[in-house]
């Protein structure tokens, strides 16, 4: 249950880990990291990066998405 809510936490909110850890009930960092690594087969440091490249990645898809609606909204409406 604790690993499963700090997973939650890490995907909802922009904790740090050491508060993740508190929040769900972990006394030592040491203590959260080998229970996390257990349950998830990655370390809590290693989901974190994955969450932020997703996102960073879909912060790119989203930008490029409106580069090219504003490229076509200038060729309909010959904008400069």
């Not at 922009?14 to 006394?27: C, Q």
């Not at 994955?50 to 409406?77: H, P």
């Amino acid at each position: 249950y604790r690993v499963r809510h700090s997973m939650q936490l890490l995907r909802t909110t922009n904790y740090n880990l050491e508060v993740v850890a508190s929040m769900s009930g972990f006394n030592s960092m040491s203590t959260f990291r080998r229970a996390f690594q257990q349950v998830n087969g990655i370390s809590p440091q290693g989901i974190e990066l994955e969450l932020k490249n997703n996102f960073n990645e879909i912060l790119l898809a989203i930008s490029k998405k409106w580069v090219s609606l504003y490229k076509n909204q200038c060729n309909i409406e010959e904008c400069d």
